[in-house]
């Protein structure tokens, strides 16, 4: 097992957190909840950030905790299937479509929410669970996933991820059609 320092991770891979934290802020302004500061990039822990106030609504706690994943798996399959198809089916190497692939990866790598998301998102979802939320209910799942997502990104998962979605989808969908 290779062992990789975060930081240089998250420099090689500096698309996938701008994308991320431009995510987080995206579905606040989208819900209109104050933001008070945001960090798209630096060198260190966190590599990103946006500090907002607390949202008045579950729903919106839920889209600014999971909006990254939302976002940074489509962006993953909207840059990586086009590259792909010359690349994979013509043999074509273009040097444009192995940086479309390496931007799609590195976006789809940081789709996971972080574990701060999910100390947030589990903490509302305890709240509105006493108010009979269902989406309070049904996120408890979804922040269980989300912490064991974060304790395998030691093996890698976040990578295997964007993998998937920026290679095996295509794939199989290219499979499908041709």
């Known amino acids: ?9 998250a420099l090689v891979t500096f698309p996938g957190v701008i994308v991320h934290e431009a995510a987080h802020l995206f579905f606040c302004k989208l819900r209109r909840v104050a933001v008070f500061d945001v960090c798209y990039f630096r060198i260190g822990n966190p590599s ?4 907002h106030e607390i949202p008045d609504s579950f729903t919106s706690s839920f889209l600014i905790a999971v ?14 299937f086009p590259a792909l198809v010359p690349v994979r089916t013509f043999d074509h190497k273009d040097p444009i479509c192995y940086f479309l692939i390496w931007l799609g990866v590195s976006i789809g790598m940081h789709a996971f929410p972080s574990t ?6 589990w903490q509302q979802a305890n709240e ?7 989406l ?18 030691f093996f890698w998962l976040d990578y295997l991820y964007g993998i998937g979605l920026g290679f095996v989808l295509p794939e199989l969908i290219l499979q499908k059609v041709l």
């Open 48 to 51: 990103g950030y946006v500090i």
């Open 116 to 121: 701060q998301d999910a100390k947030v998102l």
């Open 136 to 153: 309070a209910l049904l996120s408890f799942p979804l922040v269980i996933v989300i912490y064991i997502a974060n304790l395998l990104r």
């Open 1 to 9: 097992m290779i062992i990789i320092p975060g930081f240089l991770i």
């Open 128 to 134: 509105a669970a006493g108010h009979s939320n269902p």
């Open 67 to 80: 909006g990254p994943f939302i976002v940074n798996s489509f962006l993953c399959v909207l840059f990586c």
